[in-house]
């Protein structure tokens, strides 16, 4: 499954060929805000460094559909990300 979310992360152009998957986790992200509840998927996530960047982004790939799902979180490091999303995988690992 992972190895099939790895490939869709490439069809949808994001992630350039120089760059370098830091980590992959599965986990749930937010499909759905209702008014007093959330709708979450299971959801592989992607850390992702560029070859002349230090940054890291985050990508993320339904694990139901295998479509690339919005994404905006970037950092200097992986413990800022791992705190920013640290929450939605552990019940997984």
Known sequence: ????ALVALY???QVASSSRIVWAKLGYSRLLKLK?????????????????????TLH?????TGSSMKNG???????SLDATVGMMWN???
């Open 1 to 4: 499954m992972k190895k099939k």
């Open 73 to 79: 979180s970037t950092a200097s490091d992986t413990s």
């Open 91 to 93: 019940a997984i690992d």
């Open 11 to 13: 069809q949808y152009n």
């Open 36 to 56: 007093d509840s959330s709708v979450y998927v299971p959801t592989w996530i992607f850390a992702v460094r560029g070859k002349n960047s230090s940054n890291i």
């Open 60 to 64: 993320r790939i339904n694990a139901f």
